[in-house]
C-alpha cells in the first residue's frame, strides 16, 4: 500500500470514529485553516481574521501555524483531513510541496482554497483570495522614482534590492511588478546597484525574515558602501525593511547628516507605519487582512453552498497546471503623506493611541 493510500485509509477510518463518536463539528461544520507562521505580525492577523469571519457564518474552525516548517504545515493539513474539515483555506509555506496531500483532499472531496500565497504544481486549487501582488510591485517600484526624481532626470542614485522568499509564488509576481518600474532606470544607469545583485534568485530573503535581510544588507555596506551613500532600498516587505533598517542605522544612517535611503515595505506592520511617521522607513504597501479574510469566508460560504463563487480574474494566476479562478483585492501605498487618512480614518486598521 502506498503512503498516500495509508493516509487515506486512516482518514476514512477516523473519520468514521468522529462521526460514530458525536464529535462531528457544530453549526455549518469545520473548516481548516492552515497559515505559515505565528512570528509575523500579518499572519496572526490574518489567523485572528478568518476565524472569527467564518465563525460569524456559522462554522468551526481549526486553524493552524506551521512555524515555517514545511512538514509540519503538511501533518497539520493532514490532521484536519482526518478531522473532517469540509474545506481547506491554505497559505502554503513552500507553495510546490502540496500536491500529494492535496491529492488527498480531492479523493475526499474537500475544496481547496488558496489564501494570499497561490499553491502552486497541484491540479486540486479550487479558488484563490489574494491582494494584486503585481500592482503591490508596482507601488513599490513607483514609489521609488517618485521618491527619487527619477522620471524628472535626477541621479544617478544607488540602490539595493531585497526580495521575499523564493519558495512563494507571491515574491515572484511583485518582483515582476517592481522590475516594470526599476529596470529602465537599472539599464539607463540612473539606478546602479553596486553589489551587482539584481535578480530575483540573487537578491531573495528566505522565509521573509528580518535577521536575514539584515544580515545580507551588513556584508553588502561593509562591501560596497564604504565610502558610498546607499540611496534607496526595495524591501519587499515590512519584515525584511526592519532588518534592512537595523542594519543601515548600526552604521550610522539617520543620525549624523547621514540621511536614510528611501526604503519600501508590505503589509503595513504597526512597528513600520510607526518608522513611517518618524522618517525611519519611506513607504509600506497596505493590504487589508481583513478584507482578504472576509473575501476568502465567502468562498467557503458559497463553494459549500453551491452557489456562484466571487471572482474577478480567470487568467492571471497559473499554478504551473491550470489557471486558478481568483478575487483579487487591491493594495494600497502608505507614506507619511497618507498614513492617517489611508490605516486610521478610513480603514479603521489601526486606532489613533495605537500610532502615537
Same mark, same amino acid.
Request: proline letters at 3%; a negative charge; aromatic letters at 6%.
Given at each position: ?8 485509509? =486512516?482518514? *476514512?477510518?477516523?473519520?468514521?470514529? $468522529? ?7 457544530? %453549526? ?20 485572528? /481574521? ?26 497539520? $493539513? ?14 502554503? &509555506? ?34 484563490? =483570495? ?5 500592482? !503591490? ?17 535626477? %541621479? ?32 539607463? %544607469? ?8 539584481? !535578480?530575483?534568485?540573487? !537578491? ?14 551588513? /556584508?553588502?555596506?561593509?562591501? +560596497? ?13 515590512? =519584515? &525584511?525593511?526592519?532588518? $534592512? ?10 543620525? %549624523? ?22 522618517? /525611519?522607513?519611506?513607504?509600506?504597501? +497596505? #493590504? ?20 456562484? *463563487?466571487?471572482? /474577478?480574474? @480567470?487568467?492571471?494566476?497559473? @499554478? ?9 483585492? !487591491? ?12 490605516? +486610521? ?10 500610532? #502615537?
Amino acid at each position: 500500500m502506498g503512503a498516500l493510500s495509508k493516509i487515506l485509509t =486512516a482518514c *476514512v477510518l477516523a473519520g468514521s470514529m $468522529v462521526a460514530s463518536s458525536g464529535v462531528m463539528a457544530a %453549526g455549518k461544520g469545520l473548516i481548516g485553516v492552515s497559515l505559515p507562521n505565528k512570528t509575523e505580525a500579518r499572519w496572526v492577523s490574518d489567523g485572528s /481574521n478568518l476565524a472569527q469571519s467564518l465563525k460569524d457564518k456559522g462554522y468551526d474552525v481549526d486553524l493552524q501555524y506551521a512555524q515555517y516548517e514545511v512538514q509540519t504545515q503538511l501533518s497539520q $493539513v493532514e490532521n484536519m483531513l482526518v478531522k473532517g474539515v469540509k474545506v481547506l483555506v491554505v497559505a502554503p &509555506i513552500d507553495g510546490t510541496t502540496m500536491t500529494d496531500t492535496l491529492q488527498l483532499a480531492k479523493s475526499m472531496n474537500i475544496p481547496v482554497i488558496s489564501y494570499d500565497r497561490l499553491i502552486r504544481n497541484s491540479p486540486n486549487v479550487d479558488y484563490y =483570495a489574494t491582494f494584486d501582488n503585481r500592482q !503591490t510591485g508596482v507601488l513599490q517600484g513607483k514609489d521609488i522614482v517618485e521618491k527619487l526624481g527619477l522620471a524628472q532626470g535626477k %541621479g544617478p542614485f544607488t540602490l539595493e534590492i531585497f526580495s521575499g522568499s523564493l519558495d512563494d509564488n507571491n515574491a515572484h509576481v511583485v518582483y515582476d511588478g517592481v522590475m516594470s518600474q526599476l529596470k529602465p532606470y537599472i539599464d539607463s %544607469g540612473k539606478l546602479v546597484v553596486r553589489s551587482g545583485q539584481v !535578480t530575483l534568485e540573487q !537578491t531573495s530573503t528566505l522565509n521573509w525574515d528580518g535577521a536575514v535581510a539584515q544580515s545580507r544588507m551588513d /556584508n553588502i555596506l561593509s562591501s +560596497f558602501y564604504a565610502n558610498t551613500h546607499l540611496d534607496a532600498v526595495l524591501a519587499m516587505n515590512d =519584515a &525584511i525593511a526592519t532588518g $534592512v533598517t537595523s542594519s543601515l542605522r548600526g552604521i550610522g544612517y539617520g543620525s %549624523g547628516g547621514s540621511a536614510m535611503p528611501v526604503i519600501t515595505g508590505q503589509d503595513a506592520e504597526l512597528p513600520n507605519v510607526k518608522a513611517i511617521i518618524q522618517g /525611519n522607513q519611506t513607504s509600506t504597501v +497596505f #493590504k487589508d487582512t481583513r478584507a482578504l479574510a472576509f473575501a476568502a469566508a465567502d468562498m467557503v460560504d458559497a463553494v459549500l453552498a453551491g452557489a456562484p *463563487v466571487k471572482v /474577478n480574474d @480567470n487568467t492571471s494566476y497559473n @499554478n504551473g497546471i491550470k489557471v486558478i479562478p481568483t478575487q483579487l483585492l !487591491t493594495p494600497v501605498l502608505v507614506d507619511k503623506s497618507n498614513w492617517k487618512n489611508e490605516l +486610521f480614518l478610513k480603514a479603521k486598521y489601526y486606532s489613533e493611541d495605537q500610532l #502615537k
